[in-house]
């Protein structure tokens, strides 16, 4: 039999109204006893005795057996996390930074307590990839999970690429329909898409990896000569999050902007959508599609883990507590692009074979074989330098488009 969950909600902004929304619509053994919010003055769809700015009337309250975290607060939010697994209250949070950036704490937290922390709504929103990682792929080695897992770069690249508009709309548009972090540098600088590629890799691989040691470059730089670049290769560009099995011992981890072929599931994923591509060794690839952002496709996700605390679900994290795990590494080599000014930079990158090089007024770009460590090692005079960067397929052999 399901038990009556009494929910404490923290967050009433963009998912935890799509969640309230939903909520309504269905008759379901729970029940939100109280939401906490920030700012009392603000106008809400719902009568005031409901919100409480204080978190203990929530995380006090004997009454209340489940947690949904959906807050824009890092660090509060892995307090109120935190202290609910310890108290006896399972949890449910969307926030992706916090559980990645807090990930080996969390899952000591659980089994201390034995209470559960299920974040489904933290990766690619709508899309059930968590508990098919955990669950479904239990027993499958999987060479590689990458894809699209961040909605508003997505919705930003579709813009330029597709309609031409310019960066700075397709961001405000982005911010405006509720698909962007609260600090936006956060999505398109690839910081949102590496929490996600961390947690979906303690799931995948069982590493718990600290976000710090993964290269993340995000479409900031992205100019209409990369787009024309793109166009003229019948090319798109995405940002893509990588975890690649190197062997069977070694697993690397980036986030950077992709060229993607037409051949590839990517290619077609649009807007605030999102994309997981799953190379299993057995089941092949296999494909998940999705909206990545937005209150109702992420509130979905979280109702689902609250509908699995009805059953007493808990992730087991098998991966990660196999005596023998993998190991993670930034020593492999990447097939890059690289469209520039400062020709320092080429030097300092150290290419390791170079395909092409391209100048014509103002545009420079070149293409070659870059070790990933050297790309973390110079990332911060990459963005200083405004320069874009983008890798090409490796995962199925296919090398850069310029390079045949
Ligand atoms: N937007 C999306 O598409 C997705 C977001 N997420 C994640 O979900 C979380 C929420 O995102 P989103 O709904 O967009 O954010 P919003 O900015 O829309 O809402 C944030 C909410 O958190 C409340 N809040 C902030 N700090 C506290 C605190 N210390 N105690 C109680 N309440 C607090 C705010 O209160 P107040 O209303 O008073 O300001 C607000 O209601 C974030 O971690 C985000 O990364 C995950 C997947 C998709
Ligand atoms: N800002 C995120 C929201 C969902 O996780 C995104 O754009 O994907």
């Known amino acids: 039999m399901s038990t009556k969950l009494n929910i404490g909600l923290f967050g009433f902004g963009v998912v935890g109204q799509g969640l309230y929304d939903i909520i309504r619509t269905k008759n379901l053994n729970l029940e939100i006893k109280k ?18 700015t204080d978190k203990n009337e929530i995380l006090n309250n004997p009454e209340i057996n489940t947690v949904v975290e959906l807050i824009n607060d890092t660090e509060a939010a892995f307090d109120i996390v935190s202290t609910a697994l310890a108290s006896g209250k399972n949890v449910v949070s969307a926030s992706k930074k916090m559980v990645a950036t807090y990930l080996d704490q969390l899952i000591d937290l659980q089994q201390q307590h034995g209470t559960s922390l299920l974040y489904e709504g933290s990766v ?10 955990e669950e479904y792929y ?33 961001l405000k548009q982005a911010q405006d329909l509720g698909f962007a972090e609260t600090d936006p540098t956060l999505d398109v600088g690839g910081f949102d898409a590496k929490y996600k590629l961390v947690i979906a890799a303690a799931h995948a691989y069982g590493i718990v990896v600290k976000p710090e040691e993964i290269l993340n470059i ?23 999050p990588v975890a690649k099995e190197l062997d069977a011992e070694n697993v690397t981890l980036f986030v950077l902007p992709k060229f993607v072929t037409e051949s590839e599931f990517l290619y077609n994923v649009e807007y605030e959508y999102n994309g997981v591509t799953v190379q299993a060794a057995f089941a092949d690839q296999q494909f998940f599609f999705g909206k990545g952002a937005g209150g109702h496709p992420t509130g979905s996700a979280v109702l689902s883990d609250i509908a699995a605390l ?3 679900y808990q992730y087991e994290y098998k991966k990660a507590l196999q005596k023998k795990s993998l190991n993670f590494t930034n020593n492999v080599t990447l097939n890059i692009y690289l469209r520039y000014h400062d020709e320092q930079l080429v030097e300092l990158l150290n290419f390791e074979h170079i395909y092409e090089r391209f100048y014509s007024g103002d545009y420079k770009f070149i293409t070659g074989k870059i070790n990933l460590q050297n790309l973390i090692t110079h990332q911060q005079r990459i963005l200083d330098n405004k320069a874009f960067i983008a890798f090409a397929d490796q995962l199925t052999g296919v090398s850069l488009a310029t390079a045949e």
């Open 138 to 170: 239990d027993n499958e080695l999987l060479h590689s999970v990458s894809g699209i897992f961040n909605g508003s770069s997505n919705y930003i690249l579709s813009k330029v690429y597709l309609e031409s508009l310019d960066y700075d709309t397709a």
């Open 310 to 312: 009805r059953y007493g």
């Open 35 to 52: 939401i906490a919010i920030k700012h009392p003055g603000k106008l809400r769809s719902l009568p005031s005795d409901i919100f409480t």
């Open 218 to 240: 995000g479409i900031q730089n992205v100019s209409t000569h990369d787009l024309q670049h793109a166009r003229e290769k019948k090319l798109k560009i995405k940002l893509v």
């Open 124 to 133: 690619c929103g709508s899309i059930p990839i968590i508990r098919n990682l």
